[in-house]
């Protein structure tokens, strides 16, 4: 959500950013604080916020690239997304493996990189 009201309030910059991220193979989020004073998880969860979205949610999209950024252990929502994220954005290497080993999760990271390896494949066959 936040990328969507990023890259509509500003189209030219977001396209740049986002050009930029691809050739570099990094998430567009790496750019979007410097160059536009913020990141999309911010925007999506304020809006979510604005909203009146329960709390629990608004914090899963806050901190889906920072789930540790918060106080006390990492709810398991925040946990599940920010792994599918990691996963389907090829961003597998920042995955925050201490909130996962808190969980008793890590054992499964390997196969669920497979069930998406597998489940990317199909889609992009179609």
């Not at 990492?74 to 990691?86: G, K, S, T, Y």
């Not at 389907?88 to 998406?116: K, Y």
């Amino acid at each position: 959500m936040g990328k969507l009201v990023l890259a509509d309030n500003y189209p030219d910059t977001y396209e740049i950013l986002s050009t930029r991220a691809e050739e570099q193979n990094v998430s567009v989020g790496e750019f979007e604080p410097a160059t536009l004073g913020t990141h999309h998880a911010e925007v999506g969860a304020y809006l979510l916020w604005l909203w009146g979205i329960p709390e629990g949610l608004t914090e899963v999209v806050a901190r889906h690239h920072t789930p540790s950024a918060g106080p006390g252990p990492i709810p398991p929502p925040v946990l599940i997304v920010h792994v599918a994220d990691a996963l389907v954005n090829r961003r597998g290497d920042t995955i925050q493996m201490e909130g996962l080993e808190a969980a008793g999760w890590s054992g499964h990271l390997p196969r669920w990189r497979n069930i998406w390896a597998e489940t990317s494949q199909r889609i992009l066959a179609r």
